[in-house]
């Protein structure tokens, strides 16, 4: 190999490197632009206000039943109607049209780490390079069950792990606003599953270890469970 190709391959490598190092930057900015739009999308789609007609349920257990039941005084108690204090708040009802990968879903907001951003439906690239990502297979935030949140660790997800157990955060969707508390961190391999629980969860989920400029075959997974919602009245009304 003469000097002259030598010369061609390392500045071909040279050029190579810079970009992987600068790429995070460039996704970083591409979706710190993105989600500024998608929030305004999201704010105004989304903004649920506390009212008389919009309750807030605390500590609530939604029991789903087969078959109605008769109460003491002898009415009849829908199965959609009967709660049971002291469990968990009330769930998020089942949607009636499912959302359309890239479409926005909701807002996600976490005071402790200066998060307000909206969420989009699906965890692939394209959905991931602008905003967090709600994983189609798991159940909507609010659900029983375990939602999961996706984002990158160089942006929305950078700074995850200072998200510790007791420390609450939002998600406001169209059936509402549903508040978790996390339970706790783990850091699971990229093929690795969460259980899917039998009360309204959420996983927060992003590459780990935060930092790394790099794929990775590691995620760091924040767990919380629903400690209140507020669900919007024509929510309501589709129970009943």
Do not use: W
């Given at each position: 190999?003469t000097r002259k190709t030598l010369k061609k391959v390392s500045g071909g490598l040279i050029v190579l490197g810079l970009?992987?190092?600068?790429?995070?930057?460039?996704?970083?900015?591409?979706?710190?632009?993105?989600?500024?739009?998608?929030?305004?999308?999201?704010?105004?789609?989304?903004?649920?206000?506390?009212?008389?007609?919009?309750?807030?349920?605390?500590?609530?257990?939604?029991?789903?039943?087969?078959?109605?039941?008769?109460?003491?005084?002898?009415?009849?108690?829908?199965?959609?109607?009967?709660?049971?204090?002291?469990?968990?708040?009330?769930?998020?009802?089942?949607?009636?049209?499912?959302?359309?990968?890239?479409?926005?879903?909701?807002?996600?907001?976490?005071?402790?780490?200066?998060?307000?951003?909206?969420?989009?439906?699906?965890?692939?690239q394209k959905e991931l390079a602008k905003a967090p990502g709600h994983l189609p297979d798991s159940v909507f935030p609010?659900?029983?069950?375990?939602?999961?949140?996706?984002?990158?660790?160089?942006?929305?997800?950078?700074?995850?792990?200072?998200?510790?157990?007791?420390?609450?955060?939002?998600?406001?969707?169209?059936?509402?606003?549903?508040?978790?508390?996390?339970?706790?961190?783990?850091?699971?391999?990229?093929?690795?599953?969460?259980?899917?629980?039998?009360?309204?969860?959420?996983?927060?989920e992003t590459c780990y270890p935060l930092d790394a400029l790099y794929l990775t075959d590691k995620r760091l997974f924040?767990?919380?469970?629903?400690?209140?919602?507020?669900?919007?009245?024509?929510?309501?009304?589709?129970?009943?």
């Amino acid at each position: 190999m003469t000097r002259k190709t030598l010369k061609k391959v390392s500045g071909g490598l040279i050029v190579l490197g810079l970009l992987v190092l600068l790429f995070p930057f460039f996704l970083f900015g591409y979706s710190k632009a993105m989600s500024n739009a998608l929030r305004e999308e999201a704010e105004s789609s989304y903004n649920v206000e506390n009212s008389p007609e919009n309750p807030v349920q605390e500590l609530t257990a939604y029991i789903i039943s087969e078959k109605d039941k008769s109460s003491d005084t002898g009415e009849t108690i829908p199965a959609h109607e009967e709660y049971q204090t002291g469990l968990y708040p009330e769930p998020a009802p089942e949607l009636i049209v499912q959302p359309k990968n890239g479409e926005v879903i909701g807002m996600l907001t976490i005071p402790n780490l200066g998060i307000n951003e909206a969420i989009l439906e699906g965890t692939g690239q394209k959905e991931l390079a602008k905003a967090p990502g709600h994983l189609p297979d798991s159940v909507f935030p609010g659900q029983i069950g375990t939602s999961i949140i996706a984002a990158h660790n160089s942006s929305t997800f950078r700074q995850l792990d200072q998200l510790e157990e007791g420390m609450e955060f939002s998600v406001t969707t169209e059936q509402g606003v549903f508040t978790f508390s996390v339970t706790g961190q783990q850091i699971l391999n990229v093929n690795d599953t969460l259980p899917n629980m039998a009360y309204p969860a959420i996983a927060l989920e992003t590459c780990y270890p935060l930092d790394a400029l790099y794929l990775t075959d590691k995620r760091l997974f924040v767990e919380a469970s629903l400690i209140k919602s507020e669900l919007k009245p024509k929510q309501k009304e589709s129970l009943n």
